[in-house]
């Protein structure tokens, strides 16, 4: 069922677990945007294991090892 263009998330939970949620979500071509801490790079998931997504990392501008992952439907 397609709720939001737009899902965001501070501090819940790995991407492993963020990202079943994000898809029940999201509409079509809709993004998440999961805020992540310095240790983010723990919770990747191989690239060839996501099929239906893409990420991109960006860079926090307040703290210089997190970064935000932009989670985008495909």
Do not use: C, W
Not at 37 to 66: A, C, F, W
Request: charged share 25%; glycine share 4%.
């Amino acid at each position: 069922q397609d709720i939001a263009d737009v899902v965001v998330s501070r501090a819940l939970a790995p991407l492993e677990k963020l990202l079943p949620y994000a898809k029940q979500l999201l509409s079509s071509g809709g993004y998440a945007l999961f805020l992540k801490g310095e240790n983010y790079q723990n919770d990747m998931i191989p690239e060839m294991q996501l099929k239906d997504v893409t990420i991109e990392r960006i860079q926090s501008k307040l703290h210089k090892k997190s970064v935000i992952l932009k989670v985008t439907l495909l």
